[in-house]
């Protein structure tokens, strides 16, 4: 593990050979493979495992719960979740929420609990995750919705009529 930082908090955690950790972080109880990027200001939960060759961009929040496969990217901001029904008060219960190998999450999109993200699958900026995302496939949109197989050329819109002139 390499620690590029001055302000960290890491406890209790095992890190991988040749992950580099940025300042700010807080990583509590959790597992992080090998060669993995961890960004400024990211927070990563108990028990979270995270596999090998992963990059956590800058802000992201990875809670409880939670497993990433290796390859994953995780852009900036993005918000992984771990309680369906959140209150400040009582018991609750943890939601698991699945990553899998080189899935990507975009920048500021949002993982509501209990869902798999499927291999290669690829998840727009802002979008919010509600179901599961099959393998290699896009999803955008709030709720999220499927767009296209990841690598599939954009369909296109059908040319609007011309209207006729009246003279
Ligand atoms: C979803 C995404 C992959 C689509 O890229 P694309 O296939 O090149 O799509 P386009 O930019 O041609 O946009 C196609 C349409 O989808 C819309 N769109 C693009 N991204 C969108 C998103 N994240 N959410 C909702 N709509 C989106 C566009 O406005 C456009 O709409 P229109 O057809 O009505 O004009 C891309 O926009 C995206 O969000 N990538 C993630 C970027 C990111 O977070 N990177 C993190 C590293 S910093």
Do not use: Q
């Not at 852009?75 to 080189?102: F, R, S, Y």
């Amino acid at each position: 593990m390499e620690i590029k930082a001055k302000h960290f908090v890491v406890e209790n955690c095992e890190v991988g050979e040749g992950t580099i950790i940025r300042d700010y972080v807080n990583l509590f109880g959790c597992k992080i493979g090998r060669n993995c990027k961890i960004g400024a200001f990211v927070e990563v939960g108990r028990g979270v495992v995270i596999g090998d060759n992963c990059k956590i961009e800058a802000f992201a929040f990875i809670p409880s719960g939670v497993t990433i496969e290796d390859d994953v990217f995780i852009g900036p901001h993005a918000c992984l979740t771990n309680d369906l029904h959140p209150k400040a008060v009582g018991d609750w219960e943890v939601t698991p929420t699945l990553i899998k190998k080189g899935a990507s999450i975009g920048a500021n999109a949002t993982i509501v609990c209990g869902v798999t993200v499927g291999k290669g699958a690829l998840v727009g900026a802002g979008a919010v995750v509600t179901k599961d995302v099959p393998a290699n496939t896009l999803v955008a949109g709030c709720p999220a919705r499927i767009i296209r197989k990841v690598g599939a050329s954009k369909s296109k819109k059908p040319a609007k009529k011309s209207k006729k002139s009246k003279n």
